[in-house]
């Protein structure tokens, strides 16, 4: 971990639309990492721990509130009120590097006048093509979709794209000098959590029967992504299986259409929903304290009757682990932390440990309350003072490590 005083040498403004976490989340580390500062534009989506407190990183809610639920005019005011700030941030902007992964709301402005005001700033553009031409690709290609992609390409100073095909599309279709685009594989989605809840634990949850054959469908709901496929082949699975149950989990466009092709529609489970990673209250129940194998223990903080940070650990003989940890201020997790202490202490714990990858936004506060890291794992392990010495904190070489995840 880069110590808070160092100096980066390179500045980039990352724009991401306000979304997209798994892979803002994967390339701001990456960058940090190499030493880049970062002015990160997003938005209530991307508010998250993660973004927070990190050496370098500079976190700017501009979007605000992006909820599906609101009515028009709010809608307008917002996106409009998001525009007008990210204008004025451009103008005082300190990296000469703007980096943009997705446009905004309104890509046709987007993609000419907005990116002229960056280049007559004297910014540097460079540009992610997730997708070459998503018009083409769903089937909904027009004369002024062709010339505003034209115009960001021609505009960009470095556009990226994950795949040598792509990169031949583009120079192909937009005449793009083969110079100015470079291929980055799309990375791994590192923010979904890895845990050991087994295929038949995850059946029973989601309500199917243990050893039922099922089919997950999970992604956003758009035509390329071929649902209707899987669809339309239901009938020819389910004489081949005839117990197979389907389940479709997403979020995306207008679900009456599939739902219309459904020849067995008995057969399907549908969420047609975002699907969030995000600890709801009804996950944390369900996981902690409802676990049908070990006891979870909740500390909790309140600011004015309100919920503002939660520590949940588990007690395993004289071992304590904490499993989730989450608050709205490092103060509250630093007092959360010394009365999991206190509690675990007097149950007769000699060790606590807090299993963060090396990248958590919460490894400081870690290291302030005592925490040892160990960069070959990342399970961090403190033996609490009482465990050599009652009364004397032991000294480094009293310090050991335990592999694994303990969470459940």
Same mark, same amino acid.
């Given at each position: ?195 050991? @809840? ?7 949850? @989601? ?202």
């Amino acid at each position: 971990m880069k110590d808070s005083s160092a100096v980066h040498s390179i500045a980039v403004t990352l724009l991401t639309g306000g979304s997209d976490k798994p892979y803002v989340l994967g390339l701001i580390t990456e960058l940090l990492a190499r030493g880049v500062a970062i002015d990160l534009i997003g938005s209530d989506e991307l508010d998250c721990a993660e973004f927070r407190n990190r050496s370098g990183l500079n976190f700017l809610n501009l979007r605000g509130d992006q909820r599906s639920d609101a009515d028009f005019s709010s809608k307008m005011v917002r996106v409009l009120r998001y525009y007008w700030k990210l204008l004025a941030y451009a103008a005082s902007a300190k990296p000469k590097i703007f980096h943009i992964l997705w446009n905004n709301k309104f890509e046709s402005f987007d993609r000419t006048l907005l990116m002229l005001y960056y280049k007559l700033l004297g910014k540097s553009v460079v540009l992610t093509a997730h997708n070459v031409n998503a018009g083409r690709r769903d089937s909904k290609d027009t004369v002024l979709n062709q010339l505003t992609l034209r115009i960001q390409y021609r505009l960009a100073d470095k556009i990226f794209v994950h795949t040598e095909k792509m990169k031949s599309e583009l120079v192909a279709a937009f005449a793009v000098a083969e110079s100015r685009v470079s291929v980055i594989p799309f990375g791994i989605n590192n923010t979904v959590p890895n845990t050991r @809840l087994t295929p038949s634990e995850a059946k029973v949850r @989601l309500g199917f029967r243990d050893g039922e054959r099922t089919i997950l469908f999970f992604g956003r709901i758009t035509p390329y992504k071929g649902l209707e496929y899987l669809i339309r082949a239901e009938p020819l699975i389910s004489a081949r299986v005839p117990d197979v149950r389907i389940m479709i989990a997403g979020q995306g466009e207008e679900f009456s259409r599939y739902s219309r092709m459904m020849v067995h529609p008995e057969r399907f489970i549908v969420h047609n929903e975002f699907i969030s990673e995000e600890r709801s209250a009804e996950y944390l129940n369900w996981r902690f304290l409802q676990h049908p194998q070990r006891r979870h223990h909740l500390v909790t903080a309140r600011k004015d009757g309100r919920l503002c940070g939660f520590l949940l650990y588990h007690l395993a003989g004289e071992d304590a682990t904490i499993v989730d940890l989450l608050a709205e201020e490092d103060k509250v997790v630093k007092a959360m932390l010394a009365e999991t202490i206190a509690a675990v202490r007097r149950c007769g714990a000699q060790t606590i440990s807090a299993p963060f990858l090396k990248s958590h936004a919460g490894q400081e506060i870690l290291k302030d309350c005592g925490f040892l890291p160990r960069e070959s794992t990342p399970v961090v392990v403190l033996p609490l003072p009482w465990a050599a010495n009652p009364g004397n904190h032991p000294s480094a070489d009293r310090w050991y490590l335990t592999h694994g995840d303990r969470e459940s």
